[in-house]
């Protein structure tokens, strides 16, 4: 080996001891299978407690079925309550951090970017903020979302807000302040926004309610509606995915 060869090979050396000593090389690489590898386990939940802030004093940890399955891309932070067979996509925030509690029903799917977050429900003196809570069989919610639901890509559940059963909340589109019935459609970017949607009714691409009576006067689903069987489509779809990755 000549001279060159040499510097060469010590440099190399010196460069992958360095880079090892400064954490540049991946964790893990080069261990013994079994080997702990200082590092690897401190890795940031996606799934943390509420924090303490002036109106809520009790950090609540979500609580979540475990045959829902919570992408690592996800995140589900405070009183949460996640049902059985959820399926929570990459970059979705379930954020109960300043309304709480946020519920989502058996067999929803979260798709990917949706957010679930809601109003502040109790105020700094510790008394409940009434006009920001929803009342489901005796219980409040800042977002109560029923089952069966979709909440497809992009789409905002802000509360005070419920969803009812087997309602399909397209891409995009916006619920606050707002009540949504059972078997209902909104689709891609349409918006309710301080209403109450009744049951079997859709709100077509686009559209934005605003006004009890734009929301009397929807149109009802009937068989011949273009998405009356989406929901059922798109359910089955994620329930099967939960169930899939969580056997991975």
């Not at 299978?33 to 609540?60: F, K, L, M, R």
């Not at 709100?203 to 011949?224: F, N």
Request: hydrophobic fraction near 40%.
């Amino acid at each position: 080996m000549n001279f060159n060869k040499k510097v060469f090979t010590v440099l190399i050396l010196v460069l992958v001891l360095a880079l090892a000593g400064s954490g540049c090389v991946s964790q893990g690489e080069g261990a013994e299978e079994g080997e702990h590898v200082e590092g690897a386990d401190e890795e940031a939940s996606n799934i943390w407690a509420n924090p303490v802030t002036p109106w809520n004093p009790v950090p609540t940890e979500p609580t979540i079925d475990s045959t829902a399955y919570i992408h690592p891309q996800a995140s589900v932070i405070g009183d949460a309550t996640i049902g059985a067979r959820v399926m929570v996509s990459p970059f979705a925030s379930v954020r109960s951090d300043e309304g709480m509690p946020i519920f989502v029903g058996d067999e929803c799917n979260i798709q990917d970017g949706a957010v679930l977050h809601a109003l502040e429900t109790i105020d700094e003196e510790g008394e409940p903020v009434e006009s920001h809570i929803i009342e489901v069989n005796g219980e409040e919610y800042a977002v109560y979302v029923g089952e069966r639901v979709s909440i497809a890509h992009q789409a905002q559940i802000h509360g005070p807000a419920y969803v009812g059963n087997d309602t399909f909340v397209g891409m995009q589109a916006l619920v606050f302040n707002a009540k949504v019935g059972n078997d209902c459609v909104l689709e891609p970017t349409s918006a309710v926004i301080g209403v109450t949607v009744p049951d079997g009714r859709y709100v077509s691409a686009g559209t934005v309610v605003t006004s009890q009576a734009e929301a009397d006067a929807l149109p009802e689903i009937t068989a011949d509606y273009g998405y009356k069987h989406t929901n059922e489509a798109v359910v089955y779809v994620n329930v099967h995915l939960a169930d899939g990755y969580n056997a991975m």
